[in-house]
């Protein structure tokens, strides 16, 4: 059985970076601003990524582009549509085509700044929880304490201790993008064998942390590690050190990378590196800290049953998060066997079993620790009632990026391109289709902030809706409108919408994602 799940760990650590969603990296982005009776065009990519100018207007040009921002002006009467792609040194992305309009967004728009602030945020929340985990927390004064006995310069070692954990983390999360690149992560973001092993996986984790059995690495693993780090001398023995705790706390950190890696996806090449370097930076600050001032460490909390009490709630955690990896599969090969409803009754299930866990006993335990459960305990049992209303269909949008499709009462939708434009040209209605995938996150948010919006509703009566999934595994369906979504509107990202007249002319500039239904509504041109 040990070896059993050393196997499944070392599994997890090759697909622990993988990112599943469907949206893919869009390292361009365009910008007009009119000055005078002039209109200046910015164009912005990434580090990295060169840009190909293909064609301006009608002129074919062809031209690489490597200098960032790119600027082009133009008379404010006259400015061209700009044909391009981008390129960096393992793959390029489909041709686009991006059209100025002061009154229209555009869906080259970007808030991968934003994007990536959260994703660091997510990773110092993620390093947090790990700190708190039976993995870690015992390691602390053992290793500050290692560090100050060893030479003069303990809290120098330390400090570089801290700074080797957040190089490692790093690194891994740069290597992992530069060996997989954004086209082969996209493939394998709704790939059932995948997603199954993932959500196996993490109800393993969680199992674990309920305490039915125990999961480590081999100890011959951290013990070479640890009696080569005490007989080398200088900047590597503090490596091996720190790599030393990377292995031994994998049991309890493995579940906390893999799940903010899944947010981290598709925002750009960096993002999990960024993801990471949080993460590594809140799991590395408690060992510099307690080394600059070991002071403090007698003041510290020491290991009890409070870390069990936190390995529960993180079990519970782990099996709600574990449903999104499961969902996916499902929906992408229609098997059926998750909707919407049963998804949200787990979730409830889940956090009503966080409180009551947190609740059974309270009155044995010491004030502070009473204290700090009841904060846990009512947003708990808070959120559990709050996703309730979820099983009779309602948006529940904290959980959107993560629960399966919403269904929109009243609209017709088709889920096929000729059928949906067949039925346009039948009664002359404008068409608006929404390329999506069920791996994408910013999609759910989207069909929960904007499209159960009841303005956006009612406007979107007046037209023929098509929504169509990049991703659908089914007899080739999601190969077919991906393929429209390159070939006919030179895009290759989710969520995007397309708004055409019943004949199939766009009568409006492609939107992207926004969580503004006020500016979806302002985009519809009926």
């Not at 709630?313 to 782990?318: I, R, S």
Request: proline fraction near 5%; charged fraction near 15%; include cysteine.
């Amino acid at each position: 059985m040990r070896r059993l799940y050393s196997i499944l760990i070392f599994a997890y650590c090759f697909f622990l970076f993988v990112p599943l969603q469907a949206q893919i990296v869009q390292p361009v982005t365009w910008s007009g601003e009119q000055i005078g009776d002039s209109v200046k065009l910015t164009a912005v990519f990434e580090k990295g990524w060169h840009m190909t100018l293909i064609s301006i207007g009608d002129e074919e040009i062809g031209e690489e582009i490597f200098e960032s921002p790119y600027v082009l002006t133009f008379a404010k009467s006259e400015v061209p549509a700009i044909r391009f792609n981008a390129c960096d040194d393992k793959m390029c992305t489909a041709p686009e085509i991006w059209s100025y309009n002061e009154s229209a967004p555009s869906a080259k728009r970007s808030n991968s700044g934003h994007g990536l602030l959260m994703i660091f945020l997510l990773g110092l929340l993620g390093g947090l929880l790990a700190i708190f985990t039976p993995c870690v927390w015992p390691i602390i004064p053992m290793t500050v304490s290692f560090f100050l006995k060893r030479t003069d310069k303990g809290a120098q070692n330390a400090i570089l201790y801290g700074l080797s954990i957040i190089v490692l983390y790093v690194g891994l999360g740069l290597l992992v993008t530069l060996i997989f690149g954004a086209s082969a992560l996209n493939e394998l973001s709704t790939n059932a064998i995948v997603n199954i092993f993932f959500f196996l996986l993490l109800v393993v984790f969680a199992l674990s942390f309920f305490g039915l059995f125990e999961i480590t690495l081999p100890d011959s693993w951290s013990t070479a590690l640890d009696n080569k780090a005490r007989s080398t001398g200088g900047f590597l023995s503090i490596l091996l050190m720190a790599f030393t705790l990377v292995i031994v706390s994998f049991s309890c950190t493995g579940p906390i990378i893999g799940t903010l890696l899944v947010e981290a996806a598709g925002h750009s090449l960096l993002a999990p590196a960024i993801g990471m370097l949080g993460f590594a930076i809140a799991l590395a600050l408690p060992f510099s800290l307690f080394a600059l001032f070991p002071q403090w460490l007698k003041q510290a909390p020491k290991s009890g049953d409070w870390m069990t009490s936190f390995k529960v709630v993180l079990a519970f955690l782990e099996l709600a998060l574990s449903l999104k990896f499961l969902s996916v599969a499902d929906l992408a090969y229609g098997w059926g066997i998750l909707p919407r409803w049963l998804f949200i009754a787990i979730w409830i299930a889940c956090f009503a079993g966080i409180a009551i866990y947190l609740l059974w006993n309270i009155r044995n335990v010491g004030m502070v620790r009473k204290i700090i459960r009841i904060v846990i305990i009512l947003p708990s049992f808070a959120f559990a009632a709050y996703l309730v209303p979820g099983l009779w269909g309602a948006p529940v949008k904290a959980i959107s990026a993560f629960a399966p499709p919403l269904e929109i009462e009243g609209r017709k939708v088709f889920h096929d391109f000729e059928e949906g434009m067949a039925y346009a040209r039948q009664t002359g209605k404008p068409i608006v289709i929404d390329f999506t995938g069920y791996g994408c996150v910013n999609c759910r948010k989207m069909e929960a902030f904007v499209l159960a919006n009841d303005s956006v509703k009612a406007r979107l009566e007046n037209y023929v809706f098509i929504e169509l999934y990049v991703d659908d595994k089914r007899d080739g369906i999601g190969d077919k409108n991906s393929a429209i979504q390159r070939e006919q509107f030179g895009s290759n990202a989710q969520p995007f919408f397309v708004q055409m007249d019943a004949y199939g002319q766009q009568i409006a500039d492609p939107m992207a994602f926004t969580t503004d239904p006020l500016e979806f509504i302002n985009w519809l041109k009926y």
